[in-house]
T-cell receptor
């Protein structure tokens, strides 16, 4: 299995530009999670999906952030417009389980975003 | 939402056993306890999960007392490559929040 695949691995953009991060979860996994990691705030859960449906987006910082999961094998996290404070590593993770116990989360290698 | 408390950092030496304790006083009846390991520039990796008593796998052991208000991750005979950040998570669907973790540094 290829694991969770994220793209791009690195992105540098200018303030105000739109950023789209992509994730392909492990085949057969029912849940997908987007996290953001910074030195100051650690790993923050932004949003998670169960069977392609957003379950909890309370971690999404503001309206500039949006996430979609059009099918079981693809998800996007979009930031529009981007700001320097959005600079972080964005991780996608997937899990076979859902509900009370998500079991093991499998993380991708992350997308490092730098907004100038 | 069960909150966890871990030491910010720990030091040890190669070949030693390392125990990292996590406090979770508000753990709910249905909550599981899960530990992850993260190396620089990588995503977290699952180590072990448990509900009560003791769980052991090829990498670590997890000790959970009867009241489940804390848990201890035990790494036997650590090596330099075990230097990483270790996270304790409690819960399920709403317990997917990672704290700051414990930065474990292994020295020769």
């Amino acid at each position: 299995d290829a694991g969770v695949i994220q793209s791009p691995r690195h992105e540098v953009t200018e303030m105000g530009q739109e950023v789209t991060l992509r994730c392909k979860p492990i085949s057969g996994h029912n849940s997908l999670f987007w996290y953001r990691q910074t030195m100051m705030r650690g790993l923050e859960l932004l949003i998670y999906f169960n069977n392609n449906v957003p379950i909890d987006d309370s971690g999404m910082p503001e309206d500039r952030f949006s996430a979609k999961m059009p099918n079981a094998s693809f998800s996007t996290l979009k930031i529009q417009p981007s700001e320097p404070r959005d600079s972080a590593v964005y991780f996608c993770a997937s899990s076979r389980f859902s509900g009370a116990n998500t079991g093991e989360l499998f993380f991708g290698e992350g997308s490092r975003l730098t907004v100038l | 939402l069960a909150k966890t408390t871990q030491p910010i950092s720990m030091d040890s030496y190669e070949g030693q056993e390392v125990n990292i304790t996590c406090s979770h006083n508000n753990i709910a009846t249905n909550d599981y306890i899960t530990w992850y390991q993260q190396f620089p520039s990588q995503g977290p990796r699952f180590i072990i999960q448990g509900y009560k008593t003791k769980v052991t796998n090829e990498v670590a052991s997890l000790f959970i007392p009867a009241d489940r208000k804390s848990s201890t991750l035990s790494l036997p005979r650590v090596s330099l490559s075990d230097t990483a950040v270790y996270y304790c998570l409690v819960g399920g669907a709403d317990g997917l929040t990672f704290g700051k973790g414990t930065h474990l540094i292994i020295q020769p």
